[in-house]
């Protein structure tokens, strides 16, 4: 009978591995060593130069130039002609939770509407939804040209508007739709009225 090379145990005739460490029966404590992948003490890291120190230097203060009066004539800035001039109607947006909100500019409709870092709107309406179904940036809405849109933000239950006349229509979520008054835009389980 043979021992095993590393716990020293019996091996019985014909045995392949140890039965007590599971060692092959040819392994040695030699063969078992892994070489150590952590550099050893010799081991140079280049280091960079170091940065020029550069001093401070001050800079004598100078002079203030004396301040001079100088006459201010006020006078009302000339008129721009009516076809430049924007235009910016106001509506007033009826919701089926008996909120009316007089708007003139764009906003954002939800259950807690929050503008992007880089956007800018007039108007932000939380619209009280114990259910939910609302999402939080639902619409968004604007002007162009004195004509009310409005646009699905991507939300979770859709957006449908019903024009006055016309078969309900889906929402594409990123994508404009003007309303005329009287158009009823339905956001989840509520709605609003455009006026």
């Given amino acids: 009978m043979a021992t095993c ?14 039965g007590e460490c599971g060692s092959s029966r040819t392994a040695t404590v030699e063969s078992r060593k892994r070489p150590d992948p952590r550099p050893n003490d010799t081991t140079i890291i280049a280091r960079l130069p170091r940065a020029p120190v550069v001093i401070s230097v001050p800079i004598p203060a100078q002079v203030p130039a004396p301040v001079r009066a100088i006459a201010v004539v006020t006078a009302a800035p000339p008129a721009l002609p009516a076809a430049v001039m924007p235009t910016r109607a106001t509506f007033v947006l009826t919701f089926s939770t008996g909120q009316r909100v007089t708007v003139q500019g ?3 409709i939800g259950r807690k509407p929050l503008a992007q870092p880089d956007e800018i709107f007039d108007e932000l309406i939380r619209v009280a939804d114990a259910d939910r179904s609302l999402s939080k940036t639902h619409l968004e809405f604007g002007q162009h040209d004195g004509e ?18 016309e078969t309900a229509e889906a929402l594409e979520p990123g994508r404009r739709y003007v309303l005329p008054r009287g158009t009823r835009v339905e956001i989840a389980d509520n709605s609003f009225n455009i006026d």
């Fill in 106 to 108: 764009s906003g954002l």
């Fill in 5 to 18: 090379q590393i716990c020293g145990a019996w091996l019985p005739v014909g045995a392949m591995f140890c």
């Fill in 148 to 165: 009310f849109w409005v646009s699905d933000r991507v939300s979770g239950n859709g957006t449908v508007i019903r024009r006055p006349g």
